[in-house]
């Protein structure tokens, strides 16, 4: 696992130094790259997932244990940094950033590389139930109400219904139900198509590993011991979380080990949209990305060597 986080860092690192050779350009090409990925490379990956995967009761489980640890983490990040915020005097916007920070994590741009490489391609529809069958619709049904309620003068004040047809429309999740579909249907696609499938599917982690670096800005040492707690509760009270709910559900194996990891996995990038949107603390979010991603490289080898233990 070693040398594949060496690989990581490097493509992060290449995506961090463009980013400082094309500052005016980066944020606008790494949303081109993003959507290029949400819209046409993740979806045709699913498909190929699905397709290939037997549905079975993991797909209930691995989200319903996504959930659990999202939402404890949630209630956690909340007790701790809602009265914390009027001695350190935090700001609304400051507070909600780390709320979120703290609980939705990188589960598909650094989690589906990493779990594939620690437990193989079979294994890569764990960190896609994680993420689209619960973290993704937690984060814009409930984790845009918690940015609603913190954010800045002006920010927009989403209904439930709005974050619902979010939801629904993501192409990812409609990808896993065509894969799905072809999969109980026996439905076998041309070979030139799954071809193709397969060809834009394996562009998703390059470029999702890239994508993280054009995201991760140099760290503002004034948010290190604001965002200390924060940061514990994502890299360490996460993954045991994670581990103590899959278990609980009956989950073992590779089902059980992606759960560990996936809660194990750095802030979401998709963070700092959120503070954007709802006018949250925006150079707080790209803090919590670039740290909590790079103490990951220290947590996740820590984190699979005791998982294969057990």
């Known amino acids: 696992m070693s040398h594949t986080l ?20 980066a944020a606008t090409i790494r949303h081109s790259i993003n959507q290029c990925v ?7 990956l699913c498909i190929t997932i699905f397709y290939k995967a037997k549905v079975d009761a993991e797909a209930l489980l691995v989200p319903l244990t996504a959930a659990i640890t999202i939402f404890i983490c949630l209630a956690g990040a909340s007790a701790i ?8 005097q935090l700001s609304r916007d ?4 780390l709320i979120i920070a703290s609980a939705f994590g990188n589960v598909t741009y650094l989690g589906l590389p990493i779990v594939t490489e620690l437990y193989g391609t079979a294994a ?19 984790g845009a109400q918690i940015a609603g309620r913190f954010g800045g003068s002006g920010a927009a004040k989403p209904s439930v219904s709005d974050s619902v047809r979010t939801v629904v429309s993501l192409p990812p999740l409609w990808g896993c139900l065509t894969g799905a579909v072809f999969q109980t249907a026996a439905i076998a696609p041309p070979d030139f198509i799954m071809k193709a499938l397969q060809m834009l599917g394996g562009l998703v982690t390059p470029l999702m590993i890239f994508s993280v670096g ?40 590779t089902a059980l080990r992606s759960c ?3 809660g194990a996995m750095p802030s979401m990038v998709l963070s700092l949209l959120i503070a954007d949107k709802f ?20 947590v996740l080898p820590a984190a699979a060597t005791l998982l294969s233990k057990i």
């Open 6 to 25: 060496l690989s990581f860092g490097f493509i992060i690192a290449a995506g961090i130094v463009f980013r400082r050779l094309n500052a005016a350009n």
């Open 94 to 97: 400051e507070t909600g950033i």
């Open 38 to 44: 949400f819209n046409v490379f993740l979806p045709a």
């Open 124 to 142: 890569a529809k764990y960190p896609i139930y994680y993420d689209l069958f619960a973290t993704t619709p937690i984060l814009w049904i409930v």
């Open 214 to 253: 054009l995201a991760i800005t140099l760290p503002t040492l004034k948010y290190a011991a604001a965002s200390s707690p924060a940061t514990l509760i994502k890299l360490v009270v996460s993954p045991l979380v994670g581990f103590a709910a899959a278990r609980f559900l009956g989950l073992d194996g």
């Open 81 to 88: 940094y809602i009265p914390l915020s009027k001695r350190i």
């Open 260 to 262: 560990a990891i996936e």
């Open 279 to 298: 006018n949250l603390n925006v150079p707080l979010a790209a803090f919590m990305i670039a740290a909590t991603t790079a103490l990951s490289f220290a």
